[in-house]
């Protein structure tokens, strides 16, 4: 079955480590996007992707890091500059603005639980 | 720019009783709109959306919405809860243009089921 897969579930960190997100997909999707949830806040977007080799940031980007050297993956990167880490993160994807419709559908991943020691 | 407002942080509602989830946007444009419900320590998963025609949807799960442009809403039914729907809903709304910066959300409505 067709899906976005997350690794790892639970992570901890310690203070001052970069760690990094796995996020991969076998939908076909063109976009990506990494959201970041915590509790009472809903879904803060972090970057998005379109297209292989090609990232934007969103609303919280600031000590974030991405990469999409490939359709099906968009590995998100905590670096120590990250002031508060600790946070339930959410990828998903969608078709891409090939489609207005489909473009706006989102598929998530089961999420990726962070927590800073 | 757009914004999507749940005005109901948790509601508690009896198993079996009816349920409404309000949820109200501010978009300068026709939005297209959904809910999604994430169950604890889970992902999100699409109950239902609208993009244009018949603002009476039906998702999954029993559940549907109306969009009323003149409100600006786009609450969530469903006519008897059951204990399997205790999660927490968001709306969401997404731009019509095209939709490259995926969806903006609500804060969520945490939903209780009374025996």
């Known amino acids: 079955d067709g899906g976005i897969t997350q690794s790892p579930k639970y992570l901890f960190r310690k203070e001052g480590q970069n760690v990094t997100l796995s996020c991969e997909q076998n939908?076909?999707?063109?976009?990506m996007y990494w959201y970041r949830q915590d509790p009472g806040q809903g879904l803060r977007l972090i970057y998005y992707s379109q297209i292989v080799n090609d990232f934007q940031k969103g609303d919280i980007a600031e000590g974030y890091s991405v990469s999409r050297e490939k359709k099906e993956s968009f590995p998100l990167t905590v670096t120590s500059a990250q002031k508060n880490p600790t946070a339930f993160y959410l990828c998903?994807?969608?078709?891409?603005?090939?489609?207005?419709?489909?473009?706006?559908?989102?598929?998530f991943g089961a999420g990726s639980r962070l927590t800073v020691l | 720019a757009q914004s999507v407002t749940q005005p109901d942080i948790h509601i508690t509602v009896s198993e079996g009783a009816s349920l409404e989830l309000r949820c109200n946007y501010s978009?300068?444009?026709?939005?297209?709109l959904f809910w999604y419900v994430q169950s604890p320590g889970q992902g999100l998963q699409l109950l239902l959306k609208?993009?244009?025609?018949?603002?009476l949807v039906q998702g999954i799960k029993g559940f549907e919405a109306e969009f009323k442009r003149s409100q600006s809403s786009f609450n969530l039914r469903k006519p008897s809860v059951h204990w399997s729907d205790a999660a927490e809903y968001f709306c969401?709304?997404?731009?019509?243009?095209?939709?490259?910066?995926?969806?903006?959300f609500g804060k969520g409505t945490h939903l209780i089921i009374q025996p």
């Open positions: 609208y993009f244009s025609g018949d603002t």
């Open positions: 998903a994807s969608s078709i891409g603005v090939s489609s207005f419709t489909g473009a706006n559908v989102l598929t």
């Open positions: 969401a709304v997404g731009f019509s243009g095209g939709g490259a910066d995926g969806l903006t």
């Open positions: 939908l076909n999707h063109d976009a």
């Open positions: 978009y300068g444009a026709t939005p297209y």
